[in-house]
């Protein structure tokens, strides 16, 4: 089991351009989980989704961010129109149904705005 | 609303010497505490949990319901504890909330 997949690991855009990271969750995890970590900060929650559902989306800017995770494939962080502001660490988790709080954690994906 | 503090954002010591690693958190329902660990070029990853009452590499934490705290405790520190570790919070929506995290040094 290769554990929580992201890619790219890095990733440069210009400002305006989009922005796509993947996550492949844990073979047997239904849940994902998209956090951002900005200098200086902590890990800041994004979305919570399951297949085909978003169950939480209280920490997702109203604008130009949206998530998916379809029936098959990976999920899906997409960014429209980027900032320099947008420049973070993007990390996905997962985890198992029944198991709050237990994630295994993707090594980031992060994102340059130039 | 779900918040967790972790005060120290550096912490150093010397082999072999305590180490308490603090967490504040403040939630209205019942939580449930982690502790997450990240090593220098690895992935971030889960230490232990509450409700597991559990010790993992010397490690222990015990929620004080009280005081609101969930310290992570060592009775003699190691150089490979060195890393940042992270105090995170469970409310009922499989939501982790984590704290900016702390620092730990280790030295020889």
């Known amino acids: 089991n290769a554990g929580v997949m992201q890619n790219p690991r890095h990733l440069v855009r210009r400002r305006g351009q989009e922005a796509r990271l993947r996550c492949s969750p844990m073979?047997?995890?239904?849940?994902v989980y998209w956090y951002r970590q900005l200098p200086e900060e902590g890990l800041k929650f994004m979305v919570y989704?399951?297949?085909?559902?978003?169950?939480?989306e209280s920490g997702m800017p109203k604008e130009r961010f949206s998530a998916e995770f379809p029936k098959e494939g990976p999920s899906i962080l997409r960014i429209q129109q980027v900032v320099r502001g947008d420049s973070a660490a993007y990390f996905c988790?997962?985890?198992?149904?029944?198991?709050?709080?237990?994630?295994?954690f993707g090594s980031g994906t992060r994102l340059t705005v130039v | 609303a779900q918040r967790v503090t972790q005060p120290e954002k550096l912490l150093s010591v010397f082999k072999g010497a305590p180490v308490e690693l603090k967490c504040n958190y403040s939630?209205?329902?019942?939580?449930?505490l982690f502790w997450y660990v990240q090593y220098s070029r690895q992935r971030l990853q889960l230490l232990l949990r509450h409700i597991s009452r559990e010790s993992i590499k010397g490690f222990t934490a015990d929620l004080n319901k009280g005081e609101t705290s969930f310290h992570l405790k060592k009775p003699f520190a190691q150089e490979e504890d060195s890393a940042m570790y992270y105090c995170?919070?469970?409310?009922?929506?499989?939501?982790?909330?984590f704290g900016k995290g702390t620092l730990l040094t280790v030295n020889p």
């Open positions: 073979k047997g995890h239904s849940h």
């Open positions: 995170a919070l469970a409310g009922s929506n499989y939501k982790l909330t």
């Open positions: 939630y209205s329902g019942s939580p449930e």
């Open positions: 988790a997962s985890s198992p149904p029944g198991q709050a709080g237990s994630y295994t």
């Open positions: 989704l399951q297949k085909e559902n978003i169950i939480d």
